[in-house]
């Protein structure tokens, strides 16, 4: 199984970008994806959660700019991100609970870099 991250480059303030997160491989199920993003000298942050049903929950400083999807028949997971600022710039991570040849772990892909130029 492998989550591949792709979408992310150099934007201006105010600007938008759409990430997304595929899964591929031997997959059963799929239960929560998320993203997470790790901007230079700090630690990685929760950036929003999207659980099997479509349930959401965003961190504070993303609420209202930028929106998470999935598309299950796909496999894959969106990311929307409008009204970039910024402190938005970071490596941003997928993150994914999949079911595969019987067992259930967390899986991660390889990160894509957002630049937002001020």
């Known amino acids: 199984v492998q989550l591949q991250a792709s979408g992310g480059g150099l934007v201006q303030a105010g600007g938008y970008l759409r990430l997304s997160c595929a899964a591929s491989?031997?997959?059963?199920?799929?239960?929560?994806m998320g993203w997470y993003r790790q901007a230079p000298g700090k630690q990685r942050e929760l950036v929003a959660i999207?659980?099997?049903?479509?349930?959401?929950n965003y961190a504070d400083s993303v609420k209202g700019r930028f929106t998470i999807s999935r598309d299950n028949a796909k496999n894959t997971m969106y990311l929307q991100m409008n009204s970039l600022k910024p402190e938005d710039t970071a490596v941003y991570y997928c993150?994914?609970?999949?079911?595969?040849?019987?067992?259930?772990?967390?899986?991660w892909g390889q990160g894509t870099l957002v630049t937002v130029s001020s």
């Open positions: 993150n994914a609970q999949i079911r595969a040849l019987g067992f259930t772990r967390t899986y």
């Open positions: 491989g031997t997959i059963s199920s799929i239960n929560t």
């Open positions: 999207i659980s099997s049903d479509g349930t959401t």
